[in-house]
């Protein structure tokens, strides 16, 4: 089951959390909680777009003369779908 509550952020300002941490309720002594807070390592990697990488892939893409991005992507998905123009 989960159950989510709201919480004054002043009473969690002690505990350093960030916006997707996750606190674990561990034991409960007298009338304090002791929470486990766990933050992932894992920087998400940085969101791009494709013509970007193609503009910044250092020769591996070779776009012909007058040819743009969007016209390679678009030749891929066409061939990777069997879409007929």
């Not at 309720?25 to 390592?41: H, M, Q």
Request: proline share 4%.
């Amino acid at each position: 089951m989960t159950h989510t509550q709201r919480i004054p952020a002043e009473k969690l300002l002690g505990l350093d959390v960030h916006a997707g941490d996750t606190l674990h309720v561990v034991a409960l002594i007298d009338s304090s909680f002791v929470v486990n807070v766990t933050r992932s390592n894992d920087a998400a990697p940085a969101p791009g777009k494709a013509s970007e990488w193609l503009k910044t892939s250092k020769g591996s893409v070779k776009l012909a003369d007058g040819e743009s991005a969007a016209d390679v992507r678009m030749d891929h998905y066409s061939k990777k779908y069997s879409l007929k123009g």
